[in-house]
Nanobody
Framework: QVQLVEFGGGLVQTGGSLRLSCVAS????????MGWYRQAPGNQRELVAR???????DYAESVKGRFTISGDIAKDTVRLQMNSLKPEDTAVYYC??????????WGQGTQVTVSS
């Protein structure tokens, strides 16, 4: 089992910045990638950004150039720096750990609200 704890999130005005952090514990040897997803009310959960243990990153088109994922998979931490935030970025953000299984592991989620 892997446990994920997220930090950060909150309320920010349009154009502002926030930083999310996620720390994994437990069976961390099984993790080969970590990332962030988000879910807005009425929408499906969607990928925001992810990175592999080899440092390869992948971003949703809507956040490219504004968000940056970083971290150290070996140390089981991942961060998401979010700049130039827009109201449409408002969602619950979830940390995810990929262990090669279909589901992987999910954090409890942290709310990000961008006011216009």
């Amino acid at each position: 089992q892997v446990q994920l704890v997220e930090f950060g999130g909150g309320l920010v005005q349009t154009g502002g910045s926030l930083r999310l952090s996620c720390v994994a514990s437990g069976s961390i040897f099984s993790i080969n990638g970590m990332g962030w997803y988000r879910q807005a009310p009425g929408n499906q959960r969607e990928l925001v950004a992810r990175m592999t243990s080899g440092g390869i990153t992948d971003y949703a088109e809507s956040v490219k150039g504004r968000f940056t994922i970083s971290g150290d998979i070996a140390k089981d931490t991942v961060r998401l720096q979010m700049n130039s935030l827009k109201p449409e970025d408002t969602a619950v953000y979830y940390c995810h750990a990929d262990d090669g299984s279909i589901e992987g592991y999910w954090g409890q989620g942290t709310q990000v609200t961008v006011s216009s």
